[in-house]
């Protein structure tokens, strides 16, 4: 997989977390029987209880190392669990706002691709395609964003999980979709073991970009998705953060509303992800 990093105008080649495990859960009969156990409600709470706990403390000096996390970006304090540390706070002026009203920011530190919302778009989020009314299901005037932009941010491990509102506005609608499976049929016989992924959805009404659709998506391991209960926001304020697992947000703006930096629609159509951080312009109002 290769990264755009629009600062330094270089490529960075990755290997995805976990894509060695996700090819073995979701490539073969064995793998399958031991997804449906991994995307139990059970072994989520399990999983995140483990890392809740003081002995979990033991695996982050080796998650710093492996994921060469600058750990100056981060509050100087001992960190009480593993989970503690994923859902770390920066320091004072690690990130800085694009403060420009004119400019659409980042939400978070991420991996970004960019979508013409057409008929037959179909994004790949965590092992699963979506159309968009299947990113975000009942969402009234859905219709309104055809000819829009989509804009998929992937959070990886070494990212940091918080989030934040892109513009001034206020909350509109939300709602949280808890996941489901899906029957498939592999050798000729059903196993409903698909998950479909944790989402919260929420439509903001925002002061230059007009009415957007915001979510939130869980990945197989993710504990929960934490929101700060708000009506009015400001650009730039924390929405909420993920706990543990890599996790995406996807930002759905109406036509007309928003032009994306020339850099990042370039390496998008080249299905290239551009590397960029919380609080960076993006984008501007049309």
């Known amino acids: 997989m290769r990264i755009y990093d629009r600062k330094t105008k270089e490529y960075e080649e990755i290997v995805q977390y976990g894509q060695g495990a996700l090819k073995f859960l979701y490539g073969n009969i064995f793998g399958r029987i031991i997804l449906k156990i991994a995307v139990s409600p059970a072994a989520s709470r399990l999983y995140g209880k483990i890392n809740s706990g003081r002995g979990s403390k033991k695996k982050i000096p080796e998650f710093i190392r492996s994921n060469n996390i ?70 009234p005037d859905l219709n309104d964003y055809s000819g829009g932009k989509c804009l998929v941010y992937r959070l990886c491990m070494d990212d940091y999980h918080r989030y934040c509102f892109v513009d001034d506005g206020s909350v509109k609608d939300t709602r949280v979709i808890k996941g489901r499976l899906h029957t498939v049929s592999p050798l000729s016989k059903d196993y409903k073991i698909y998950k479909e992924n944790h989402r919260v959805v929420s439509v903001l009404s925002t002061k230059h970009f007009g009415d957007m ?16 209960e708000v009506d009015q926001f400001t650009k730039g304020e924390e929405k909420g953060f993920f706990e543990p697992g890599g996790s995406t947000i996807v930002q759905l703006f109406k036509k007309d509303t928003v032009n994306i930096d020339e850099d990042i629609i370039k390496q998008s159509l080249d299905s290239t992800e551009t590397k960029v951080l919380f609080g960076e312009g993006v984008g501007s109002v049309c």
């Open 70 to 139: 600058k750990i100056e970006d981060f509050e100087d304090r001992e960190y009480e669990s593993f989970n503690d540390f994923f859902t770390r706070k920066l320091r004072d002026g690690a990130r800085v706002i694009d403060t420009d009203e004119k400019r659409l920011i980042s939400p978070a530190d991420a991996k970004l691709l960019v979508y013409d919302i057409e008929d037959g778009l179909r994004m790949n989020i965590k092992g699963r395609t979506y159309s968009v009314d299947e990113i975000a299901p009942g969402i």
């Open 213 to 228: 659709i915001n979510i939130e998506v869980g990945a197989l391991l993710v504990g929960k998705i934490v929101n700060r």
